[in-house]
């Protein structure tokens, strides 16, 4: 099924080397050194690095120092704004702020503009949560929908957008606003759960903070049974072999985007045992398309083929000449679990007591990689109603599409005979 379980279900213990380092014979107070990269150290002997001494030391004027301070604190905050969500963070952050706006008048208007734009940023990850939390409670199962809503009246996605074209770039626009709120730490966060320096430290975050990523998850996952609700829900049969072909152009047009995401949903939705039963429906259906897209996205060999199509589209990505080259949206699951074995795979510290810098350079690169495709905008032109249709239509849970499917094409042995039946009386008993 293409539900994506919770984080800590997600995976098994094996993956990547625990021992991932490079062994350098260049050493310096302490640190480990390979081609002037730092590798290795204890922090004991990186804190000794940063103390100064007698042949560097700081001014002691407030006014030699600000702009260190400054350029500091507006980079952590324009990377990582979300840490300030935190009353305390965001109390010392004023107290620092309001000290060096006490300085010169250039100061002053840095530090009120660094503030300003936190706040901005702040208040749309707020207005956004809303509106996921609104979609969250107003969702209904489509079931409820045709059990009070006659189904000859009932939209379907080809009625709201007969363009898979169209339907490929609106889903675009969804996947980049639900990525841009997402933010570097809640990778961190959705793995970490003591301190990764210390196993007996708890993390500084008492709870953790990683609901767009998890809403960026449940959209893959809806997505995908929109995808099988509105393929189960025709009729008649020569309705849902077109909505079938429907759905491989718009998988395809993702494909050729670079919205991997989209399309990996798609597959899944397609591939649910509701929807693959239906033999008289596919029968009726060109395959070839499919199948290529299939194949791209073949989970065997770790997904070869679809990191080779990945690969293409950030190198694409690099040399893009117009916002549409720019557009690089990874299945989002995957990504996850290569960051998750990397993090557990490799050990925080090497066998000598040292903090493995090596494996914290590749986790920032994997995640500065994925910061910079989600900054990217979109460059279609938006349709509300489409995208309305896209995040709020009811969709059928998984009996409600085994109950549709079996209407459509009735059970083909006992087992499955029994499971109709005890659905009939389950779901459209009801009152």
Not at 66 to 81: D, V
Not at 124 to 131: C, D, G, I, T
Request: glycine share 4%; aromatic share 10%.
């Amino acid at each position: 099924m293409p539900q994506t379980p919770p984080f800590s279900a997600m995976f098994d213990s094996s993956g990547y080397n625990r021992n991932l380092y490079q062994s350098s014979e260049d050493s310096c107070g302490g640190l480990c050194y390979h081609d002037n990269n730092l590798l290795s150290g204890s922090l004991e002997a990186l804190i000794q690095h940063l103390v100064p001494n007698v042949e560097y030391y700081p001014d002691n004027q407030m006014r030699k120092i600000t702009p260190k301070i400054l350029q500091l604190l507006t980079e952590w905050t324009e990377t990582f704004p979300y840490d300030f969500r935190d009353e305390r963070m965001m109390r010392n952050l004023k107290d620092l702020a309001h000290r060096m706006a006490s300085g010169e008048e250039t100061y002053r208007k840095n530090v009120q503009q660094m503030m300003q734009c936190l706040i901005r940023k702040l208040a749309a990850l707020s207005q956004y949560e809303e509106v996921l939390a609104k979609l969250s409670s107003t969702a209904t199962d489509r079931l409820t929908v045709l059990k009070t809503k006659p189904q000859s009246i009932q939209r379907d996605i080809m009625t709201v957008c007969s363009d898979p074209y169209t339907l490929a770039q609106q889903l675009t626009h969804i996947e980049l606003e639900r990525l841009n709120y997402i933010g570097p730490e809640e990778f961190v966060q959705a793995f970490v759960q003591k301190d990764p320096l210390d196993n007996d430290k708890t993390c500084y975050s008492e709870r953790k903070k990683t609901r767009n990523l998890e809403a960026y998850v449940e959209w893959f996952n809806r997505l995908s049974y929109l995808v099988a609700t509105e393929i189960c829900m025709p009729v008649k049969k020569k309705h849902r072999a077109r909505m079938i072909e429907y759905f491989i152009d718009v998988a395809r047009e993702c494909f050729n985007i670079g919205n991997f995401n989209s399309l990996m949903a798609i597959i899944s939705g397609m591939n649910m045992s509701p929807v693959s039963r239906l033999k008289k429906t596919w029968a009726k259906v060109k395959t070839a398309k499919f199948d290529i897209l299939e194949h791209q996205m073949d989970p065997s060999s770790n997904f070869y083929n679809y990191r080779t199509a990945l690969r293409g589209a950030a190198q694409r990505s690099l040399t893009a000449h117009s916002s549409r080259e720019k557009i690089v949206i990874p299945f989002f699951s995957l990504l996850i679990k290569d960051i998750y074995f990397l993090n557990e795979g490799c050990a925080n510290r090497l066998p000598n007591g040292h903090v493995n810098f090596e494996k914290f350079w590749e986790l920032a690169k994997q995640v500065s990689e994925f910061m910079t495709w989600k900054q990217v905008e979109c460059p279609f032109e938006r349709d509300r109603k489409v995208m309305q249709y896209l995040l709020s239509v009811p969709v059928f849970s998984e009996d409600a599409l085994y109950l549709a499917s079996y209407e459509s094409e009735g059970p083909e042995n006992n087992i499955e005979k029994d499971r109709w039946k005890s659905l009939r009386s389950s779901l459209l008993g009801r009152v």
